[in-house]
């Protein structure tokens, strides 16, 4: 059965970071790209970020550009997310995915950022 | 940037009448490879979501047959043949052929 899982959010106050992590099974993930979407509660999707097989090649939405960066540990079967600097806006439920053919979503993790 | 706008926000459905859902997007999604990378996703109260058509029109393992989806180059629909009382939630079209991936601001299924 696939499953991802991710993990790391929480509370943190404005300007700060979090790590979020996504554990992956049930499939070869060294052979997929992998997605962070967020998606305030109640709103629509957003795209965050988007990573390649082996961990080369990377994108950002333009509103996390810089602040955020997109890794993997093909060992682990482990997506990151390292966001810093972190805003009131970037508060979401963020999911990684695999989103197209394969059809892979976790069931995400809620980040919250307030003081 | 490519910009999905879909219609209708919200379609309010008798239990086994049929659904439909719009998607156009701001510039073609053919790409380079041939492939139109059009997905449209189901969210359910409290869940994640779930891929239900990619690339246009291709059902995925275990979605029902009353789902199905047709169009090409910047429009899109998204049929219910029958609606069941399992299919209330919010449909997003999806577009991976460039990126930024971009979705639909969804369009909220309820039976009436």
């Known amino acids: 059965e696939v499953q991802l899982v991710e993990s790391g959010g929480g509370l943190v106050q404005p300007g700060g970071s979090l790590r979020l992590s996504c554990a992956a099974s049930g499939f070869t993930f060294r052979d997929y790209w992998m997605y962070w979407v967020r998606q305030v509660p109640g709103k629509g999707l957003e795209w965050v970020s988007r990573i390649k097989t082996d961990g080369s090649v990377t994108a950002y939405a333009d509103s996390v550009k810089g602040r955020f960066s997109s890794s993997r540990d093909n060992a682990k079967n482990t997506l990151y997310l390292q966001m810093n600097s972190l805003r009131a806006e970037d508060s979401a439920v963020y999911y990684c995915a695999s989103p197209f053919s394969s059809g892979f979503w976790g069931q995400g993790t809620l980040v919250t950022v307030s003081s | ?112």
């Open chain 2, 1 to 112: 940037d490519i910009v999905m706008t879909q219609t209708p926000l919200s379609s309010p459905v008798t239990l086994g009448q049929p659904a439909s859902i719009s998607c156009r997007s701001s510039q073609s999604l053919v790409h380079s490879d041939g492939n139109t990378y059009l997905s449209w996703l189901q969210q359910r109260p409290g869940q994640p979501p779930r891929l239900l058509i990619y690339k246009v029109s291709n059902r995925f393992s275990g979605v029902p047959d009353r789902f199905s989806g047709s169009g090409a180059g910047t429009d899109f629909t998204l049929k219910i043949s029958r609606v069941e009382a399992e299919d209330v939630g919010v449909y997003y079209c999806m577009q991976g052929t460039q990126i930024p991936l971009s979705f639909g601001h969804g369009t909220n299924v309820e039976i009436k």
